[in-house]
């Protein structure tokens, strides 16, 4: 058995008799953890795209590289 299908199981085990009020913020803690992580890869891809503001070029100039190397290669 995989190591989400027994989280899984040890989770459901857990809110068997949690009362609601402690449900409510499991809930809440979860869609935390979730907005963290979306959060943390959104700041990932802002840094990234900032570091490369520089270098990247655009479709016309990719293009015209790309035609340069096919001469090259004939």
Same mark, same amino acid.
């Given at each position: $058995? =995989?190591?989400?299908? &027994?989280?899984?199981?040890?989770?459901?085990?857990?809110?068997?008799? %949690?009362?609601?009020? /402690? &449900?409510?913020?499991?809930?809440? $803690?979860?869609?935390?953890?979730?907005? /963290?992580?979306?959060?943390?890869?959104?700041?990932?891809?802002?840094?990234?795209? =900032?570091?490369?503001?520089?270098?990247?070029?655009?479709? /016309?100039?990719? %293009? *015209? *590289?790309?035609? /340069?190397?096919? &001469? &090259?290669?004939?």
């Amino acid at each position: $058995m =995989g190591a989400r299908k &027994l989280y899984e199981e040890q989770i459901l085990k857990l809110l068997e008799n %949690m009362p609601e009020e /402690e &449900l409510a913020k499991v809930v809440s $803690m979860i869609e935390k953890l979730q907005q /963290e992580k979306k959060q943390a890869y959104l700041k990932a891809i802002r840094e990234s795209a =900032g570091k490369f503001a520089d270098s990247l070029s655009s479709t /016309e100039e990719f %293009m *015209r *590289r790309k035609q /340069e190397e096919k &001469l &090259l290669d004939r």
